[in-house]
């Protein structure tokens, strides 16, 4: 059977309780704010006016997000491909969604809100520091807030050495690049991209 309804939906699963449902907050509390100041790595989801979906990687050295205050923070744009995906739907339609991660912790946290982008130097000049400062950065406040259960990661051992696999398990993006555009150059060597990413980090 395909799910269309929500009273589909809330039949087969019911409803949150407990801890589930009172866990969401509009504003960063101290363990928020300790979380997101560890972690490396956040997950950025957007979406177009059309519903057009991206989820973006975006990460730096721990507490890369700048914390602005309880209600806001601030991403550093850092330099990438110009595909300007989620940038185009902040701009689009305002909306973000976050999913923080720490190596070694099973638990995440989730942030959803509003955001904008922003060139003020205020903003800027928080990452002066940085190889490369940011054009913009994104300028999120905070609509809800939550921690989110260890059982996803828990289920796929991310952070257990001995699940990784070997990396000449898969081609590499040189080569899935290559056939992918069927291009008839020579792929890039894994050793000749990591050299070239080193310049922009």
């Given at each position: 059977?395909?799910?269309?309804?929500?009273?589909?939906?809330?039949?087969?699963?019911?409803?949150?309780?407990?801890?589930?449902k009172?866990?969401?907050?509009?504003?960063?509390?101290?363990?928020?704010?300790?979380?997101?100041?560890?972690?490396?790595?956040?997950?950025?989801?957007?979406?177009?006016?059309d519903?057009?979906?991206?989820?973006?990687?975006?990460?730096?050295?721990?507490?890369?997000?700048?914390v602005?205050?309880?209600?806001?923070?601030?991403?550093?744009?850092?330099?990438?491909?110009?595909?300007?995906?989620?940038?185009?739907?902040?701009i689009?339609?305002?909306?973000?969604?976050?999913?923080?991660?720490?190596?070694?912790?099973?638990?995440?946290?989730?942030?959803?809100?509003?955001a904008?982008?922003?060139?003020?130097?205020n903003?800027?000049?928080?990452?002066?520091?940085?190889?490369h400062?940011?054009?913009?950065?994104?300028?999120?406040?905070?609509?809800?807030?939550f921690?989110?259960?260890?059982?996803?990661?828990?289920?796929?051992?991310?952070?257990?050495?001995?699940?990784?696999?070997?990396?000449?398990?898969?081609?590499?993006?040189?080569?899935?690049?290559?056939?992918?555009?069927?291009?008839?150059?020579?792929?890039?060597?894994?050793?000749?991209?990591?050299?070239?990413?080193?310049?922009?980090?």
């Open positions: 059977m395909k799910i269309t309804t929500e009273k589909q939906l809330r039949e087969l699963y019911g409803f949150p309780s407990g801890r589930a009172d866990k969401v907050f509009s504003t960063l509390d101290k363990h928020a704010i300790n979380f997101i100041k560890k972690s490396p790595f956040v997950v950025l989801s957007s979406s177009n006016k519903g057009k979906h991206d989820a973006s990687p975006r990460g730096g050295f721990p507490g890369f997000v700048h602005n205050s309880d209600t806001e923070l601030i991403i550093p744009d850092a330099k990438g491909n110009n595909r300007m995906d989620s940038l185009s739907n902040i689009e339609t305002g909306k973000v969604g976050l999913l923080f991660l720490i190596p070694g912790v099973d638990e995440t946290l989730r942030i959803n809100g509003n904008y982008l922003s060139t003020d130097t903003h800027i000049d928080l990452f002066a520091s940085e190889q400062p940011p054009k913009s950065c994104i300028i999120i406040s905070v609509e809800e807030m921690l989110h259960c260890a059982k996803a990661f828990m289920r796929s051992k991310l952070w257990d050495t001995s699940t990784q696999i070997n990396r000449d398990a898969l081609p590499t993006m040189g080569q899935m690049l290559k056939d992918q555009l069927g291009s008839k150059e020579a792929p890039e060597t894994r050793e000749a991209m990591v050299k070239r990413y080193k310049k922009d980090l």
